[in-house]
């Protein structure tokens, strides 16, 4: 190999590295924003809720019911927002909790979960509409928000929420 080769070759391996370390940090900085939200006030993402989605169909839960359905205290939390069917048979719901330190999302979605799993032992005979939607639910956090949304469509609630914050 002469020398002219050569150096081409190495101009060339200098060039492959620096595209490879900027796709690099292009990924680490998607990675990176994916997991941050802005500081927003749950009235606001409330609003948006009500504006862009038919949230209004199911009822504003209190910090009780909070405790009494998905075993979660609203006082350990910086913000929550807790909507649910008013119908007996529906399991349509839309709970959205910021928390005050982001090691506290792992716990809120470990009872998610388990609200979700007690759900579905309990419609599973005779609700497979309700089942379907269970299975169907969205559970996902970005920053020190946890959404959890249970619907025909959860995607809508989950979609407003990301815009939003």
């Known amino acids: 190999?002469?020398?002219?080769?050569?150096?081409?070759?190495?101009?060339?391996?200098?060039?492959?590295k620096c595209a490879l370390l900027v796709v690099l940090f292009a990924f680490l900085a998607i990675v990176y924003s994916r997991e941050n939200a802005k500081d927003v006030s749950m009235d606001k993402i409330e609003a948006q809720l009500i504006k862009k989605t038919n949230i209004e169909k199911l009822q504003k839960q209190k910090p009780r019911d909070l405790?009494?359905?998905?075993?979660?205290?609203?006082?350990?939390?910086?913000?929550?927002?807790?909507?649910k069917s008013k119908e007996a048979l529906s399991v349509d719901e839309v709970l959205v909790i910021k928390v005050k330190n982001?090691?506290?999302?792992?716990?809120?979605?470990?009872?998610?979960?388990?609200?979700?799993?007690?759900?579905?032992?309990?419609?599973d005979n005779y609700g497979p509409e309700q089942v379907k939607e269970l299975k169907n639910a969205i559970v996902t956090s970005r920053g020190k928000y946890v959404f959890?949304?249970?619907?025909?469509?959860?995607?809508?609630?989950?979609?407003v929420l990301l815009s939003v914050i």
Request: avoid cysteine.
């Open 102 to 123: 982001k090691s506290d999302v792992k716990a809120v979605k470990d009872a998610v979960e388990k609200r979700i799993t007690s759900q579905i032992e309990a419609f």
């Open 67 to 83: 405790v009494q359905f998905i075993g979660l205290d609203a006082n350990n939390y910086e913000a929550v927002l807790y909507y």
């Open 148 to 159: 959890y949304g249970v619907a025909k469509d959860p995607d809508k609630y989950e979609e």
């Open 1 to 16: 190999m002469n020398s002219k080769s050569r150096r081409d070759v190495i101009r060339y391996g200098r060039i492959l």
